[in-house]
């Protein structure tokens, strides 16, 4: 029998917020652009190529750019990386935000997991989300990102600390947009939740979870 998910982990991009997907296939098709060259190149080499070390905190912003370009025209493309970085910037799905609020106001621990370049200003536009949740862990601060496994129990070790109490990993629910963020998770006994239309991944979490979620 599954166990009751009493602690749940929230990816950013993609779930709390709107994906980048849609913005960079925006651009594609503006500058003329193959349909999905963005995602291509971000999961070529996708341990080591230039959005992986952006996220680690390894190259800066103009790295990025230098190296990103690069390997666009390695692949036989001109693309521009400050229009793609632009496209990073999501809108907050506020059904989603409602359902942190529910869980939250059910008493069940929340973490946001989020791969990012820089971490997030608690004073900035981010700011009122970080408050919803326990623990917030960036890829930029730890060095380690998504699908990388130490990062999954490294949250779980935060939340436990955070709420002062020890969580079973499979009663850890976790929403992502990219299946390969989920499988390490998976296998630790993670309860994963892909989300491709919200309003099915909320519906999912509130049977995992019990908690109304409207």
Same mark, same amino acid.
């Given at each position: 029998?599954?166990?009751?998910? &009493?602690?749940?982990?929230?990816?950013?991009?993609?779930?709390? &917020? #709107?994906? /980048?997907?849609?913005?960079?296939?925006?651009?594609?098709?503006?500058?003329?652009?193959?349909?999905? &060259?963005? @995602?291509?190149?971000?999961?070529?080499? /996708? !341990?080591?190529?230039?959005?992986?070390? %952006?996220?680690?905190?390894?190259?800066?912003?103009? =790295? %990025?750019?230098?190296?990103?370009?690069?390997?666009?025209?390695?692949?036989? !493309?001109?693309?521009?990386?400050?229009? *793609?970085?632009?496209?990073? !910037?999501?809108?907050?799905?506020?059904? +989603?935000?409602?359902?942190?609020?529910?869980? =939250?106001?059910?008493?069940?621990?929340? @973490?946001?997991?989020?791969?990012?370049?820089?971490?997030?200003? /608690?004073?900035?536009? !981010?700011?009122?989300?970080?408050?919803? %949740?326990?623990?917030? *862990?960036?890829?930029?601060?730890?060095?380690?990102?998504?699908?990388?496994?130490?990062?999954?129990?490294? #949250?779980?070790?935060?939340?436990?600390?955070? *709420? @002062?109490?020890?969580?079973?990993?499979?009663?850890? =629910?976790?929403?992502?947009?990219?299946?390969?963020?989920?499988? /390490?998770?998976?296998?630790?006994?993670?309860?994963?939740?892909?989300?491709?239309?919200?309003?099915?991944?909320?519906?999912?979490?509130?049977?995992?979870?019990? +908690?109304?979620?409207?």
């Amino acid at each position: 029998m599954t166990a009751r998910v &009493t602690a749940v982990v929230f990816d950013l991009g993609g779930v709390v &917020t #709107t994906s /980048p997907l849609a913005a960079f296939g925006d651009y594609e098709r503006e500058v003329g652009l193959p349909e999905g &060259t963005v @995602a291509r190149l971000n999961t070529t080499n /996708p !341990h080591d190529n230039a959005w992986a070390r %952006f996220e680690r905190s390894e190259l800066d912003t103009d =790295g %990025f750019v230098e190296v990103f370009e690069a390997e666009a025209r390695a692949a036989g !493309h001109d693309v521009d990386a400050t229009r *793609v970085l632009a496209a990073l !910037h999501g809108r907050v799905r506020p059904e +989603v935000v409602t359902a942190v609020r529910r869980l =939250g106001d059910a008493g069940l621990p929340l @973490a946001l997991l989020s791969n990012n370049a820089a971490p997030m200003d /608690p004073e900035g536009e !981010h700011g009122p989300l970080m408050e919803l %949740f326990d623990v917030v *862990v960036e890829s930029s601060v730890e060095g380690i990102r998504k699908p990388e496994p130490a990062i999954y129990p490294l #949250t779980l070790e935060r939340l436990c600390r955070a *709420v @002062a109490r020890e969580i079973d990993p499979t009663e850890v =629910g976790y929403l992502d947009d990219l299946g390969p963020n989920l499988k /390490p998770a998976r296998a630790l006994g993670w309860q994963t939740v892909k989300v491709v239309d919200p309003a099915d991944a909320l519906a999912e979490l509130a049977r995992l979870t019990g +908690v109304d979620l409207t």
